[in-house]
């Protein structure tokens, strides 16, 4: 969606099936729903909307997926006439699994500093395996001659 009017018209679809799930749609299978995005066909015939709903129960998601199919006609109908297009878009709603991804997400990062930690406590007490210092300090020149001619300092 690189066309800015594609862009308005979607966040415009956003706002009306969002206010229409609050206030309108009086379905009881319907649970906490929110409506996460709206992707529009360059064309505008088809916008897909991500919701997530509420909970973990997959019924409730089951229940709730149900009720917006349901209510997918008067949901279209709604969209159609506050936008005031020739073409309503065929409305088709997707589950967003973005909080399910970002659970994931903190989960494997807790890992990954739980395995930071417990590395860092066992290096505390720690040595080198070699010398303090393996590198090669270059030596002074002037040095390097009087020890050659066997100067003292």
């Known amino acids: ?3 800015p009017r594609v862009r308005k018209i979607a966040d415009r679809i956003q706002v009306i099936v969002a206010e229409m799930l609050e206030r309108r749609i009086k379905d009881p299978r319907l649970g906490f ?3 996460t ?4 066909t360059g064309d505008g015939q088809q916008a897909t909307i991500f919701y997530t709903v509420l909970g973990d129960e997959d019924d409730a998601l089951t229940s709730s997926a149900a009720a917006l199919e349901s209510a997918k006609g008067l949901l279209r109908s709604e969209v159609a006439k506050q936008l005031g297009m020739r073409h309503a878009p ?6 967003d699994a973005l ?3 970002a659970r994931h ?3 494997v990062l807790a890992r990954a500093r739980q395995s930071d930690e417990e590395v ?11 010398e303090p210092d ?13 020890a050659a001619l066997g100067v003292d300092d």
């Open 90 to 95: 065929t409305l088709t709603f997707v589950h």
């Open 120 to 130: 860092a406590a066992r290096r505390e007490g720690a040595a080198y395996a070699g």
């Open 1 to 3: 969606m690189t066309n």
């Open 105 to 107: 997400l903190d989960e």
């Open 37 to 40: 995005d709206v992707r529009l």
């Open 33 to 35: 729903v929110t409506v």
């Open 99 to 101: 909080p399910e991804t």
């Open 134 to 146: 393996p590198y090669k300090k270059p030596v002074d020149a002037d040095l390097e001659d009087d």
